[in-house]
């Protein structure tokens, strides 16, 4: 799992780096860009929690 979030930083950096360099915008409002992330995340670790939950009950 560490290996994958690595690479996952690793290539938004060089993204970053890119974009950057040739001045484009980018793509979301940082802020809100960071936010949907968030919510992909938590959706992510929602769904299987919720499904645990009810098989326990």
Do not use: D
Not at 29 to 41: D, K
Request: net charge positive; glycine share 12%.
């Amino acid at each position: 799992m560490w290996g994958t979030m690595f690479i996952a930083l690793a290539t938004g950096i060089v993204i970053g780096v890119v974009f950057q360099s040739f001045r484009i915008p980018s793509p979301a409002p940082p802020f809100l860009g960071l936010i949907g992330l968030l919510g992909m995340f938590l959706g992510q670790r929602l769904i299987p929690w919720i499904k645990l939950w009810f098989s326990h009950n």
